[in-house]
Nanobody
Framework: QVQLVESGGGLVQPGGSLRLSCAAS????????MGWYRQAPGKQRELVGI???????NFADSVKGRFTISRDNVKNAVYLQMSSLKPEDTAVYFC????????WGQGTQVTVSS
C-alpha cells in the first residue's frame, strides 16, 4: 500500500505560478513512476505529467513548456511546478504513483482566475 498526500493548491491569477507537492508513504520503495493528473468539472481525468524512475518524463501537450516535474527519491516526493497558468488549468490535481497498481492522492484544487 502507498499513501499519497498532496499540498500546495489554491487560487492564482492568470500568468501566475504555483507549486504542488506530493509525499508518498507506505510501500513507496517500489514506485516506478510518480506524477500528476487533473480533472476539471464535467471532464475526464487527464494526464498532466509523469516522471519515471529512469528519469523519463511525459507531459500533456497543453502544459509542455509551462509545467515541470521533479522527484525527490530520498523523500519519496514529487513536485509539480506550474508557470504561466491559464484559466483552463483550473481543476482538481491528483498525485499519482505507479507500483504494481496505481495509487492516487485525495486531490488538491487549483483555481486560475482574476
Amino acid at each position: 500500500q502507498v499513501q499519497l498526500v498532496e499540498s500546495g493548491g489554491g487560487l492564482v491569477q492568470p500568468g501566475g505560478s504555483l507549486r504542488l507537492s506530493c509525499a508518498a508513504s507506505g510501500s513507496s520503495r517500489s514506485i516506478y513512476a510518480m506524477g500528476w493528473y487533473r480533472q476539471a468539472p464535467g471532464k475526464q481525468r487527464e494526464l498532466v505529467g509523469i516522471k519515471y524512475s529512469d528519469g523519463r518524463t511525459n507531459f500533456a501537450d497543453s502544459v509542455k513548456g509551462r509545467f515541470t516535474i521533479s522527484r525527490d527519491n530520498v523523500k519519496n516526493a514529487v513536485y509539480l511546478q506550474m508557470s504561466s497558468l491559464k484559466p483552463e488549468d483550473t481543476a482538481v490535481y491528483f498525485c499519482y504513483a505507479l507500483v504494481v497498481t496505481p495509487y492516487w492522492g485525495q486531490g488538491t484544487q487549483v483555481t486560475v482566475s482574476s
